[in-house]
């Protein structure tokens, strides 16, 4: 018997037949990018160009052009990224990719890092620190350096996991980073020091590893091991990196290290939305990657499917006054509609009024709540904009961080006026005695019961008997601590004074060696003591901010988890990404927006700008642009300009909105 036995015909690399009809599913500017034959490749793509479908459908393109997952390496900067990513694939290829390395740096450099652990001096079950374990071990390593903290001021864990995370992520040493960032930790880098030697020595002893390692031991592994270099780089056929505008040096180092070998680097991004320096993004990655792959090929995609043309217009028109940056002209392929409005106000209080007006006529108009969102530079500038919506009852969720009167440093200072206000308030007097170096919980308890007995317990509590209870090494703190009571004493008619005192008196010192971004925290409770300006009762001024607390939580949990809505408020950098109908951009005043801490650094200033371009292209419909011209400050009224971006645009790019007021609207 005779059986026949067909052999299918074999397809060249160019003839194979393919499942995705790319020529159909792609536009001219994809297309390209997704078939490219392999090579250094730059994908400058646009915001809310979709530059996801071009990454997904080149990862496909590459599996159905018969490369085998297991030499595919895809790098996203999310693990939510990676998740998206991978199932598109699959949804393509109708199949399972298992096998495909896909993940963020942290995730693959685990991998990696498990299979050779033995050639760092660790067992490949190490564990992975968090940061909270990672900032307790820190903390440990002060007490183990033998660091005298009752003697004088220390940074706290938190500090120094900051401090020793950006010196390892921008591959700088500590005093190029204390020089850059924490100037005022000078004169205790050799104490710091110490401290990061106990910390690493321990790490290493107990087989832990912390974030930063998996990425600093991951290059470490490829520049002191050759053959793990050569085994990886011969491995990786082709290497895609998603947001690569947001890699820092060690990780470009490590993809240049793993595509040594093929050269098949495809890297995905947008310049002109690198805007995370303060964590050690380096912007010079994606600017000079032609010039390290000088055979690279530059592809853009410029078709914007997110906003209306003429915020497109705005935003391109203020882009193109970045002193470097790939040229690059967003397109919209949505229809015209609204210029973008911008508006300038008396004071902070009218553009909070606008913003929460415009929301209310938005929402009659029938747009929903969720589709409107509010962006700033820094948190404390949504202070008197949180208050106008919860006294309009307009529900809000506060992305930027906590509600400002439920973070920790808020609610330190307003114990110590709640206390003048309500002597007898036990909460307030445990919160500022945990403040107080060397008074532990035993002692803070002890003082609690002595005052909640007391007839008077202010004069107690400055009088001499009591500092008797305090041990011998703290009692110069807490003398200090009667010293601010007795000051505090003849300013409570005065809230905003009050703030300014607890801060000049030692409480800015313990936000610096407590908190890595004390900087905000001292503009938050600056913003604070500016806003308690318009109160003259301390009763007054505590009662308007429990009410604006209690009444935006009622106002949001009240509704029923499937109809709940509320606005978004948020900072710009925790914007990226994310879209909205509606964008309110505030505070657009030169010292604010940009920031005075970029004025005199050409760097700093340019990243500014990209900034407020990721800003303006977050707003699908409907962008308002605002500023307040007058702003009450401790010093006096200060007149501000709008901001340097804000002049760079084209008059004809916007509407300009005057604000009228009626008499009895007035603040």
């Not at 909270?132 to 220390?154: Q, W």
């Not at 913003?355 to 709540?369: F, H, K, N, P, W």
């Not at 004493?489 to 905003?496: D, H, I, L, N, V």
């Not at 009240?558 to 505030?586: D, I, M, N, P, R």
Request: glycine share 6%.
């Amino acid at each position: 018997m005779t059986q026949v036995y067909k052999l299918k015909p074999t397809f060249a690399q160019g003839e194979r037949k393919f499942l995705i009809d790319y020529e159909k599913e792609l536009n001219e500017e994809q297309l390209p990018i997704v078939k490219a034959s392999g090579g250094p490749m730059l994908v400058i793509a646009g915001a809310g160009s979709g530059k996801t479908r071009a990454v997904t459908y080149r990862v496909a393109y590459l599996v159905e052009s018969g490369i085998p997952l297991e030499n595919l390496l895809l790098v996203t900067f999310t693990n939510k990224a990676a998740r998206e990513m991978t199932h598109r694939v699959e949804g393509l290829l109708r199949r399972d990719i298992l096998g495909l390395w896909a993940g963020t740096f942290h995730h693959i450099g685990n991998l990696i890092l498990r299979k050779h652990a033995k050639k760092l001096g660790y067992e490949k079950n190490f564990t992975i620190l968090d940061r909270g374990d990672s900032k307790d071990l820190l903390d440990r390593s002060v007490k183990e350096a033998g660091i005298p903290t009752k003697e004088r001021k220390f940074p706290k864990g938190e500090v120094l996991q900051d401090v020793l995370s950006y010196m390892c992520n921008s591959q700088k040493n500590l005093p190029q980073v204390i020089e850059a960032k924490y100037p005022h930790l000078f004169e205790l880098q050799g104490e710091m020091n110490k401290v990061f030697n106990v910390y690493e020595a321990t790490k290493l002893k107990q087989n832990l590893m912390d974030f930063d390692d998996l990425l600093t031991n991951w290059l470490k592994l490829l520049l002191e091991h050759d053959e793990v270099r050569e085994e990886l780089s011969r491995r990786f056929l082709h290497i895609l990196v998603d947001e690569y505008q947001d890699t820092n040096l060690v990780q470009a180092q490590i993809i240049d290290l793993l595509a040594s070998e093929h050269r098949n680097l495809m890297v995905v991004g947008d310049d002109s939305q690198s805007i995370y320096s303060f964590r050690a993004a380096e912007f010079r990655n994606i600017i000079d990657f032609p010039k390290r792959y000088p055979e690279c090929q530059v592809f853009k995609i410029e078709t914007n499917h997110r906003s209306t043309p003429e915020i497109l217009d705005l935003a391109n028109d203020s882009i193109s006054n970045a002193a470097e940056r790939f040229e690059k002209n967003l397109k919209a392929v949505r229809k015209p509609g609204r210029p973008p409005a911008v508006a300038s106000f008396r004071d902070v209080y009218q553009q909070a009024a606008f913003v929460a007006q415009r929301m209310l006529e938005l929402s009659d108009e029938g747009m929903s709540l969720n589709d409107m969102a509010v962006l700033y530079r820094s948190h404390y500038h949504c202070l008197e904009l949180q208050m106008e919506l919860t006294k309009r009852g307009i529900p809000f969720e506060v992305r930027s961080g906590l509600r400002l009167w439920e973070e920790a440093h808020i609610k330190d200072v307003m114990s110590y006026l709640k206390i003048f206000q309500n002597p007898y308030d036990g909460l307030s007097w445990l919160r500022i005695f945990k403040l107080l170096p060397a008074i532990g919980a035993k002692t803070a308890d002890k003082l609690w019961q002595k005052l909640q007995n007391s007839s008077e317990p202010l004069e107690l509590i400055i009088g001499k008997a009591i500092a008797e209870e305090i041990s011998k090494s703290g009692r110069e703190g807490f003398e200090r601590f009667q010293c601010l009571l007795k000051v505090l004493k003849g300013q409570s008619e005065s809230p905003s004074t009050m703030i300014e005192t607890i801060l000049d008196h030692g409480y800015g010192d313990y936000l610096r060696m407590s908190y890595a971004n004390y900087q905000a925290r001292m503009e938050e409770l600056q913003e604070l003591s500016n806003f308690a300006l318009e109160y003259h009762s301390l009763e007054k001024f505590l009662s308007s901010l429990a009410l604006a607390g209690g009444t935006a939580a009622e106002e949001i949990v009240g509704a029923g988890e499937g109809e709940k809505e509320s606005v978004v408020l948020t900072t710009v950098h925790q914007a990226k990404g994310l879209e909205w109908k509606v964008v309110f951009v505030v505070w657009l005043a030169d010292g604010r927006f940009p920031s005075y801490l970029s004025f005199g650094n050409q760097t700093d200033l340019e990243e500014e700008r990209r900034l407020f371009y990721v800003a303006v292209t977050r707003s699908k419909d409907l962008l308002y642009l605002t500023y307040p011209i007058i702003y009450q400050s401790r010093e006096g009224s200060i007149v501000l300009k709008a901001s340097r971006f804000l002049s760079e645009i084209a008059d004809h790019r916007y509407e300009k909105w005057l604000i009228e007021e009626d008499e009895w609207d007035s603040h």
